[in-house]
């Protein structure tokens, strides 16, 4: 049996939600979730455009940039979600809430992403998964010796931030793009 042929998985939870409240739709040309105007693009694109940010602003600042896009990313999504459903208010598990808006992932496109560690005590959080960002930068341009994931260390970083009330600071300490069979991000508050 071949690796997507696992059997049925139903779509995350959000997901679910996009489609049970017909989220998605097109009108006047726009591709709309939630009303909101959003871009489809193929993942290569985008794996493009970091590569030609590193070679013309070099991989720090391309970090720093694709980093903060993410957090502003998961930020407002996160928001918008809390918004339309008032999970952020109604659900108190902060554990359940983490992994509702982890699903987010797979709605954009990235991957399915998992928490291994949410430690609330010791403020430490480890989110696995096989980003398709880091597969399609491995695919057309070989291993890398550092991680790629900036855009979901920023996103997953600002996630945490909404839980725990502090600045968080994501590292990936492992990445699909490294040759590992799946990304791993920590997140802890910056004071720590």
């Known amino acids: 049996m071949a690796e997507n042929d696992k059997g049925f998985r139903p779509p995350p939870e959000i997901v679910q939600k996009l489609m049970a409240f017909k989220a998605i739709k097109t009108r006047d040309g726009k ?14 694109a ?8 590193e070679h013309s602003t070099g991989k720090k600042k391309t970090m720093d ?25 109604t659900l108190q598990d902060k554990k359940k809430l ?15 992403l998992e928490p291994a560690v949410i430690d609330f005590s010791k403020e430490i959080f480890i989110i696995r998964g096989p980003a398709t960002f880091g597969t399609e930068y491995r ?19 600002i996630l945490v931030e909404q839980l725990i009330g502090k600045k968080a600071l994501c590292i990936e300490e492992r990445c699909v793009a490294q040759g590992h069979p799946h ?10």
């Open 65 to 89: 940039i694709i980093y903060n896009l993410g957090r502003m990313q998961s930020g407002q999504g996160f928001r918008i979600i809390s918004e339309r459903f008032g999970y952020a208010k």
């Open 98 to 112: 983490l992994e509702f808006n982890l699903g987010q992932s797979e709605m954009i496109g990235i991957g399915p």
């Open 139 to 157: 695919r057309f341009f070989g291993q890398q010796q550092d991680a790629v994931d900036h855009f979901i260390r920023g996103g997953v970083a």
């Open 183 to 192: 990304c791993e991000f920590v997140v802890k508050p910056l004071d720590a």
């Open 46 to 53: 985008q794996v493009y455009l970091q590569r030609l940010m």
């Open 31 to 44: 591709f709309l979730i939630w009303d909101i105007p959003a871009f489809v693009s193929q993942m290569y």
